[in-house]
């Protein structure tokens, strides 16, 4: 019955365009821009190869999302999937976690446009930069899902664009020496300045937690899929292309900057974008770079948004959430899930304005920690979703997730393998304390949940 529900009520008014722009500017954010230096620093030259496997892994589950999302293209997505197959504990735990990442993440991003807009603008609070991105996004996702299509379209463009700039004017630095006098730069700094593994497999695993929290957000596309005009042809186009899209851009961009500086020295003197700019003698090369890291904050928030409410509208129809989130508007969105998220979000305005400088790291580790458990409910549930189907059905599949089972069990080990390396890393920690308080708080809430439903049974 909330299967149908769904289809009828969500407008299917994202196109091929929209999908394909959302699924890459949700996986391409801040941490490009700005947080390269820090993954630089831990493998070296060997950051490339942290991506690869990373990508692989991405792919994977993508795949496994995919293959649900094309054979039933709901709104809500995999905790939808998780509340048919695992049981509804499953789809109360996933929806809520999904719900909680992507708030955190929303936090996160409106402190981000506070300190970029403090570059140009010093007097403006923080806090007050926060509170006006807020309500703009929150704007923008009461208005129709086409109007957020286009939003994040072209938001998601702008950050597309200059990757491509940079990755373009590197290359005439490195093989024609524009900029340098001529002098064309080579290769030569991949492996000069300790090798192409300067800190051994030690460096690259413990990179792999950085880079696969640089992946959050690729699984939007599930989300995008119960709004998509035609998902059985544009999710799988979606998932194929943005894995490639994404490796190009991160290891095409990473690649060039650890060409062109030495990578123990690329972060030491500001955003290495900003440097290749400049040495091309393009004006203003900061000015560009801020106003491209706004906007993909901008985005990221916008998508997270977009998902939180549809979050929260799927587990009203589940009967995981309140009944409330089960309305939509006149313009076919769930309004009040995304009004009650935007509240939740002035938690970030409030931090914005007593401790600006101390909640990034925290807020990225326990985000991290959400978006792992959710791809590893997504490859579990696939895991249960191929039991459930005869071999009439599977053949029928027209998205099959590659080497099944053993891509989807490999990609299990590799994520818990990640939760593992994160206990190593100082700052990474504390997700680690934060999320069994969070599942507990979960756990405590369903069995109230059910309790409350038991006791309502009885006096009817």
């Known amino acids: 019955m909330g299967k149908i529900h769904q289809s009828e009520k969500l407008h299917r008014g994202l196109d091929n365009r929209h999908i394909q722009l959302i699924a890459l500017g949700g996986a391409i954010g801040v941490g490009l821009f700005y947080g390269s230096s820090s993954t630089i620093q831990m493998a070296g030259p060997s950051i490339l190869f942290s991506y690869l496997i990373g990508g692989l892994v991405i792919f994977t589950i993508m795949r496994a999302l995919g293959e649900m999302a094309v054979d039933e293209p709901v709104s809500g997505s995999f905790s939808s999937y998780a509340n048919r197959y695992l049981g509804a504990f499953a789809g109360y735990f996933t929806g809520w976690t999904y719900w909680f990442m992507w708030v955190v993440v929303g ?212 009967n995981n959430g309140p009944e409330y989130f089960g309305k ?41 920690v959400a978006v792992i458990t959710s791809w590893t409910i997504i490859l579990i549930t696939q895991l249960r979703f191929r039991q459930s189907k005869t071999k009439k059905e599977i053949v029928k599949l027209s998205f099959k997730m590659p080497f099944y089972p053993v891509s989807t069990y490999c990609a299990l080990a590799f994520l818990a393998l990640v939760i593992v390396l994160m206990a190593f890393i100082e700052g990474m920690r504390i997700a680690l304390v934060v999320a069994p308080i969070w599942f507990l708080i979960l756990y405590l809430g369903y069995k109230m949940k059910n309790k409350g439903s038991t006791e309502n049974s009885i006096e009817k």
């Open 107 to 318: 936090m996160a991003e409106i402190t981000v446009v506070g300190v970029y807009v403090n570059y140009w603008f010093p007097d403006i609070p923080q806090w007050l930069t926060a509170l006006g991105v807020l309500v703009l996004i929150t704007m923008i996702n009461l208005a129709n899902v086409k109007a957020f299509g286009e939003f994040e379209f072209w938001f998601a463009m702008v950050k597309v664009v200059a990757i491509i700039g940079m990755i373009l004017l590197g290359l005439g630095i490195i093989l024609f020496g524009i900029g340098n006098g001529g002098q064309p730069i080579g290769f030569e700094n991949l492996w000069s300045h300790g090798g192409v593994m300067p800190n051994g497999v030690t460096g690259i695993l413990m990179s792999l937690v950085l880079v696969m929290f640089s992946f959050g957000g690729v699984e939007l596309i599930g989300i995008t899929a119960g709004e998509a005009k035609n998902p059985q042809k544009s999710i799988p186009s979606a998932i194929n292309n943005v894995v490639w899209r994404i490796l190009i851009f991160y290891i095409g961009a990473l690649g060039i900057m650890m060409m062109l500086y030495p990578w123990n020295e690329i972060g030491a003197n500001g955003s290495p974008f900003v440097l290749i700019f400049d040495n091309v003698g393009i004006p203003g090369a900061a000015h560009i770079i801020n106003f491209v890291v706004i906007t993909a904050a901008l985005s990221a928030f916008n998508s997270g948004l977009f998902s939180s409410g549809r979050m929260l509208y799927n587990l009203s129809l589940q």
């Open 328 to 368: 939509l508007n006149k313009n076919g969105n769930p309004r009040r899930g995304i009004l009650f998220s935007a509240l939740i979000l002035l938690v970030a305005v409030v931090l914005n304005y007593f401790v600006p400088e101390k909640v990034f790291m925290y807020i990225s580790s326990v985000a991290t």
